[in-house]
């Protein structure tokens, strides 16, 4: 086949405009993210619950690394224990 007419094939997809291009863009976006996030709490949460029984367990290793690279405190429940009302099961040993 021609060179030249396979260049002529499917477009390449579009790149998106760059951040500094858009930088207004992204901080106002920035902003209005965190804003929501916090927006309308008395208090914030002492802790997050999430099941150990995740049907995508690549998704939430790579929540969990993100947290505790945030620095934010990440522990498996050793027991059974009730939290907001609610029993929740001990983790996985996984």
Same mark, same amino acid.
């Given at each position: 086949?021609?060179? &030249?007419?396979?260049?002529?094939?499917?477009?390449?997809?579009?790149?998106?405009?760059?951040?500094?291009?858009?930088?207004?863009? *992204?901080?106002?976006?920035? /902003?209005?993210?965190?804003?929501?996030? %916090?927006?309308? *709490?008395?208090?914030?949460?002492? $802790?997050?619950?999430?099941?150990?029984? &995740? #049907?995508? #367990? !690549?998704?939430? $290793? /790579? %929540?969990?690394?993100?947290?505790?690279? +945030?620095? %934010?405190? %990440?522990?498996? #429940? &050793? $027991?059974?224990? !009730?939290? $907001?009302?609610? !029993?929740?099961? #001990? +983790?996985?040993?996984?």
């Amino acid at each position: 086949m021609d060179p &030249q007419r396979r260049r002529r094939g499917a477009a390449p997809p579009r790149l998106p405009p760059t951040p500094a291009k858009t930088r207004r863009y *992204w901080l106002e976006n920035f /902003y209005r993210v965190n804003e929501r996030a %916090v927006r309308g *709490w008395d208090t914030l949460p002492e $802790a997050w619950v999430i099941p150990a029984d &995740q #049907a995508n #367990a !690549s998704g939430l $290793a /790579y %929540v969990l690394r993100i947290l505790t690279m +945030g620095d %934010v405190e %990440v522990h498996r #429940a &050793q $027991a059974p224990f !009730s939290a $907001a009302g609610r !029993s929740l099961a #001990a +983790g996985d040993d996984e």
